[in-house]
């Protein structure tokens, strides 16, 4: 063979060894493991990582595989984020305020007191520079943070005693997470923090007075209203909570940039999902609450929300004065705020008005 016609065929061969690699990186598979704070297949928030996995294994061509752990099936519920952290599963479902301990300010990515709702947590996180804040905070703990679903505003809880005003909070026992449940301890409510599958067997054994959870469509899912008679609005506490998808930066970084892309854009899919559940079955899992388990729906008094109000105020600014960090995402949070409040007074609350002239009601009622 001529060295000419050699050097060809060489060159020949070496382009069709770079096509089968390719085509084998192509169809490389990847199993991965989601640990959650839920209970296995809870509805709407145990079930959006459902979703998630089958909606990547579908994307995917089956590239990509995701097995979904429920609370407590191979890491309790609180662990979350330190398993994804290092690497004992690489992808998470949770809430970011269980995690004060480790980072005090990713509360303001979960929820805020009298804060943002969903749709506008939604609008700074995605166009106000919100989730890269989220991911600098994750930064130093090797995963990567995603918006993955939210519940929109919530009850503001179940108790076993009628709350008539601000003096009957004074020594309960509570169920009530990050900042609202700061805000409910200077109220004079002892916190108690557990994970949902708890819940339900500490209120009916008198080990908490009251809880909150998320709203009617869970509340009524696990079965809340045989432990307590009443049922309060509004969840001040908690204007919706954004829910997380945390993935492990090695893994991401080893999947290839198709696969990134199908994950992101199935947790940016199940984010909006998870809220259009929420916002569609709450109502009628309200009214089956109230009308065939005569549940008591109660508005909480105003000397609780007006206290609830000036102690969210101090507890919000003392968590931004706790780090640089914290105080650069408050203030990215409340100037965002500001402006998204102002455009809404004169469009989505003008509307509410006008929609609902006569005010508060409730049609459960």
Not at 324 to 351: C, G, L, P, T
Request: overall charge negative; charged content about 20%.
């Amino acid at each position: 063979m001529q060295p000419k016609a050699l050097a060809l065929a060489v060159s020949g061969a070496a382009a069709g060894l770079m096509l089968v690699s390719g085509a084998a990186q192509a169809q490389e598979t990847f199993e991965w493991k989601m640990v959650t704070s839920w209970p296995k297949n809870f509805p709407g928030v145990g079930q959006g990582p459902e979703r998630l996995a089958e909606l990547v294994e579908q994307m995917s061509d089956g590239r990509l595989s995701i097995e979904v752990f429920g609370a407590g099936q191979l890491v309790p519920g609180f662990e979350v984020f330190d398993a994804v952290s290092d690497g004992t599963a690489e992808l998470g479902h949770s809430a970011s305020y269980y995690w004060k301990g480790k980072a005090p300010a990713a509360q303001f990515f979960a929820a805020v007191p009298f804060g943002m709702n969903a749709q506008e947590m939604n609008a700074w996180l995605h166009y106000g520079g919100g989730l890269e804040l989220w991911n600098e905070l994750y930064d130093d703990f090797g995963v990567d943070v995603m918006a993955a679903g939210a519940s929109g505003v919530q009850m503001g809880g179940w108790f076993n005693e009628e709350i008539e005003s601000v003096d009957d909070l004074d020594g309960l026992k509570m169920r009530m997470p990050g900042l609202g449940g700061e805000v409910m301890s200077r109220m004079g409510v002892a916190i108690v923090n557990m994970p949902g599958g708890e819940i339900f067997t500490s209120l009916q054994s008198g080990a908490i007075d009251a809880t909150e959870w998320i709203g009617p469509y869970n509340d009524l899912a696990f079965g809340l209203h045989q432990a307590a008679d009443y049922y309060y609005y509004p969840g001040w506490h908690e204007p919706t909570v954004m829910f997380e998808a945390i993935v492990n930066e090695e893994a991401m970084a080893s999947l290839p940039d198709d696969l990134q892309a199908i994950l992101r854009t199935a947790i940016r899919d199940v984010n909006q999902d998870v809220l259009d559940e929420y916002t569609a079955r709450n109502n009628d899992a309200l009214e089956t609450l109230v009308n065939e388990h005569d549940v008591e729906l109660r508005r909480l008094p105003d000397d609780v929300l007006a206290q609830a109000q000036a102690h969210s105020e101090d507890v919000v600014a003392e968590l931004a004065e706790s780090s640089e960090m914290a105080h650069k995402i408050h203030d990215s949070y409340r100037a965002f705020q500001e402006k998204v409040v102002n455009y809404h007074a004169i469009s989505e609350q003008a509307y509410y008005n006008a929609r609902n002239p006569e005010g508060d009601t409730t049609s459960a009622e």
